[in-house]
Each structure stands twice: as structure tokens, then as C-alpha cells.
């Protein structure tokens, strides 16, 4: 199964949550905080080593994203291992990455 990993603004929290469920629906593994993070993890390691076991990392961009210091992270540590990056454009916004 393929993984996907979404990265977004917690800001836009309503359309991921859709959006994974659909994903989910489609038969795709999906990798979100929401779901994926409990209480007492140690976040700041598991958010990279999610990226690096997924095949897509999706950016949903919008102004909140655009402004998140943590999606610039995410991005960039997508484009350094090599990922395959879908943008999905929730909102026109200014990339600044």
C-alpha cells in the first residue's frame, strides 16, 4: 500500500481531515498528525521519519500553510530525500518555498 504523508497548516484542519478520509477510502495509507500522533510522542522525530517512509508527501497549500514554519520544514525535507510532492491548492497563496 502506498503511504502518503500531508502536510498542511492545523489551521485547515476541516478539509484534511476530509481529504485523508478520502485518501483512506481510496485504498492509500496516509500519514497525518491528527491520526498519527498520540499524547507523549516525541513529535519532532516521528514527523521526519513519517516523511521518509512515505512515496508521496502532499502540501496542501493556502495562506495558513504558507505562513507555517513546520510545512517549510516538511517541504524541505520532502525535496531533500527525493519525494514525489503533490500540491493541492486549498486557497491561492503566495508559496514562499
Do not use: C
Not at 500531508?6 to 484534511?16: E, G, H, L
Not at 497549500?61 to 525535496?79: D, G, I, R
Request: hydrophobic share 45%; charged share 25%.
Amino acid at each position: 500500500m502506498q503511504k502518503i504523508f500531508i502536510s498542511y497548516s492545523r489551521k485547515d484542519t476541516d478539509f484534511v481531515r476530509k481529504l485523508a478520509g478520502d485518501l483512506e477510502k481510496a485504498g492509500y495509507d496516509v500519514w497525518w498528525d491528527i491520526t498519527d500522533l498520540h499524547g507523549g510522542d516525541d513529535w519532532v522525530r516521528q514527523i521526519p521519519a513519517a516523511i521518509e517512509t512515505s512515496q508521496f508527501v502532499l502540501v496542501v497549500l493556502s495562506p495558513n500553510s504558507a505562513a507555517s514554519e513546520w510545512v517549510e520544514k516538511e517541504y524541505t525535507q520532502a525535496l531533500s530525500l527525493h519525494k514525489k510532492i503533490i500540491p493541492v491548492m486549498l486557497a491561492p497563496s503566495n508559496v514562499p518555498f
